[in-house]
């Protein structure tokens, strides 16, 4: 099995930004696509980001691609969430996921493992 541990979430003024830490245990990490979702209160859970298994390539929507940056340091078992020029709208509960297997899926249904996430709320 695996466990995820989120960290970093909080307030932050908007335009500001916040780094999220994924930290991870049970199974080899650089084994696992490593991915970021977010859920609003009365919204679907949505993807954020994700990474593959070196490092390379990372898929983001487009709400969030050139904000937002994922990165993953396998020496240490953990999966990072760059989050820059915040939104209002950006607001919400942060998962990070892991998934075995090679291919970088961007739909949280593909995803094996999650994490009890972190809050990020930005203010306006």
């Known amino acids: 099995q695996v466990q995820l541990v989120e960290s970093g979430g909080g307030l932050v003024q908007a335009g500001g930004s916040l780094r999220l830490s994924c930290e991870t245990s049970?199974?080899?990490?650089?084994?696992?696509?490593m991915g970021w979702f977010r859920q609003a209160p009365g919204k679907e859970r949505e993807f954020v980001a994700a990474v593959s298994r070196s490092g390379a390539p990372a898929q983001y929507p487009d709400s969030m691609r050139g904000r937002f940056t994922i990165s993953r340091d396998n020496a240490k078992n953990t999966v990072y969430l760059q989050m820059n020029s915040l939104k209002s709208e950006d607001t919400a509960v942060y998962y990070c996921a892991a998934r075995s297997g090679s291919i970088v899926f961007t739909t949280k249904n593909e995803y094996d493992y999650w994490g009890q996430g972190t809050q990020v709320t930005v203010s306006s």
């Open positions: 049970g199974r080899t990490f650089s084994s696992l696509v």
